[in-house]
């Protein structure tokens, strides 16, 4: 059975930035993971701006998506809410816990809830292999 990855990463304020989804979902699947990329149902909503009454199911969603993953993925080029909530979510729920974070000094509520913490996608890439292993541990 393939490992499902959620793909979290800034959407508010990013919405015309997100080459980096495409990026990490082929490594991803690439390593025989199935990838779950909010992005894919939320970029309609995104760009025509979210309508307050559709908010709580955006979350409610996501969260559930959340739920059915192995590993949790987040990628933190700048700080970004959404990102910071569903990473606390997806420690809570014991997920394997792993972020891209190219802020520098980040804060110690983001160290403190990852398992695996990279500087870069080149970085992660080099041990794409190791958390791909790690995240089948869990099984």
Known sequence: M????????????????QEYRAILADMLEKAGCEVVNPWQREKLIYRGG????????????????????????AYIPILSAGVCMELFY?????KKTV?????????PWIIVHVDYMFKSIEEFKQSLEYVVRSGNANK
């Open 90 to 94: 997806a420690k809570r729920s014991e």
């Open 50 to 73: 979210v309508e307050s009454s559709k908010l709580k199911t955006l979350v409610e969603r996501d969260l559930k998506d959340i739920d059915g993953c192995d590993i949790f993925l």
């Open 99 to 107: 972020a891209i974070c190219e802020i520098d000094n980040p804060s």
């Open 2 to 17: 393939k490992l499902r990855v959620f793909l979290a990463g800034p959407i508010h304020g990013f919405e015309n930035r």
